[in-house]
């Protein structure tokens, strides 16, 4: 088993940052071979992608409606990632969660993922 913590989420006005983490625990959990996610849902919408990165090339996806303003990092020897958020939008209200899984062929598909964190709240205010 995989445990994921997030934290970070917040009030923030309009055009200001934010720092979202996700650490990830377990006892068979080799982290740096991991694919990290990041979707977020808001209310009375589904699930979407944000943003993705691999364990071993470290190679990363973004969902169009961030890119360029949004940047997903991780830290192997913290078991950590993070999601580094820029130019915030109202549109970018909503819970964000961590998942994380072994092996994943398309980082996209939120169902693909094993293991969920329980969520941090994100409010943009305009």
């Known amino acids: 088993q995989v445990q994921l913590v997030e934290s970070g989420g917040g009030l923030v006005q309009a055009g200001g940052s934010l720092r979202l983490s996700c650490a990830a625990s377990?006892?068979?959990?080799?982290?740096?071979?991991?694919?990290m996610g990041w979707f977020r849902q808001a209310p009375g919408k589904e699930r979407e992608f944000i943003a993705a990165?691999?364990?071993?090339?470290?190679?990363?996806y973004y969902a169009d409606s961030v890119k360029g303003r949004f940047t997903i990092s991780r830290d192997n020897a913290k078991n950590t990632v993070y999601l580094q958020m820029n130019s915030l939008r109202p549109e970018d209200t909503a819970v964000y969660y961590c998942?994380?899984?072994?092996?994943?062929?398309?980082?996209?598909?939120?169902?693909?993922?094993?293991?969920w964190g329980q969520g941090t709240q994100v409010t943009v205010s305009s």
């Open positions: 377990g006892r068979t959990l080799i982290f740096s071979s991991y694919v």
């Open positions: 990165i691999r364990g071993t090339s470290g190679y990363t």
């Open positions: 998942a994380a899984d072994p092996s994943l062929p398309n980082v996209r598909v939120d169902t693909r993922y094993d293991y």
